[in-house]
């Protein structure tokens, strides 16, 4: 379960497992602060989002999303796709789409689809503004959705090659 949070934040499973080490680390460290006000996994998945944020905080993580901004222009085509997409993509895949997004961009995404930020709460944590934040979720989305389509696409052909 942790696994999962800290891959979706890392650039790939060797960081994802090595931010799960310094998740439990802090995890052992401060067990005396568990308030019991909670469930204990919800508060250990805190520990594990604010390491991966910590992790990112410390790897220029706003140069990366100034580079980015830059670089891609921002398109207002909406892009949907149906479930069979969403329903035949393994998690496998879904992560390493993700783990490719830009840094910023993944983790606001991130912070918002999966742990339940809002864009408040976002801007707070990532000294950013509310629209910055939700610019990246609109951006993650696209890119996700283009993504998705291509795997699609690819599997496609290859079934077709395949017969």
């Not at 060797?14 to 602060?33: M, P, W």
């Not at 989002?49 to 980015?68: F, V």
């Not at 283009?146 to 079934?159: G, L, P, S």
């Amino acid at each position: 379960m942790f696994l999962k949070v800290c891959a979706r934040y890392a650039k790939s499973m060797q960081d994802a497992e090595q931010l799960l080490n310094d998740g439990f680390l802090k995890v052992f460290n401060q067990v005396e602060f568990f308030r019991n006000t909670g469930s204990f996994a919800g508060w250990m998945q805190r520990i594990m989002i604010n390491t991966c944020l910590d992790y990112l905080r410390g790897t220029s993580l706003k140069e990366e999303m100034a580079m980015h901004m830059n670089a891609i222009p921002i398109e207002d085509t909406r892009l949907s796709i149906g479930n069979d997409a969403l329903e035949s993509i393994e998690f496998r895949e879904l992560v390493s789409l993700i783990q490719s997004l830009p840094a910023m961009t993944r983790t606001v995404f991130n912070l918002f689809v999966f742990d339940g930020y809002n864009h408040k709460e976002i801007s707070s944590q990532l000294s950013i503004s509310e629209g910055t934040s939700h610019w990246h979720v609109h951006q993650a989305r696209n890119m996700l959705q283009k993504k998705i389509m291509k795997t699609e696409q690819q599997k496609v052909t290859y079934e077709a090659k395949r017969i």
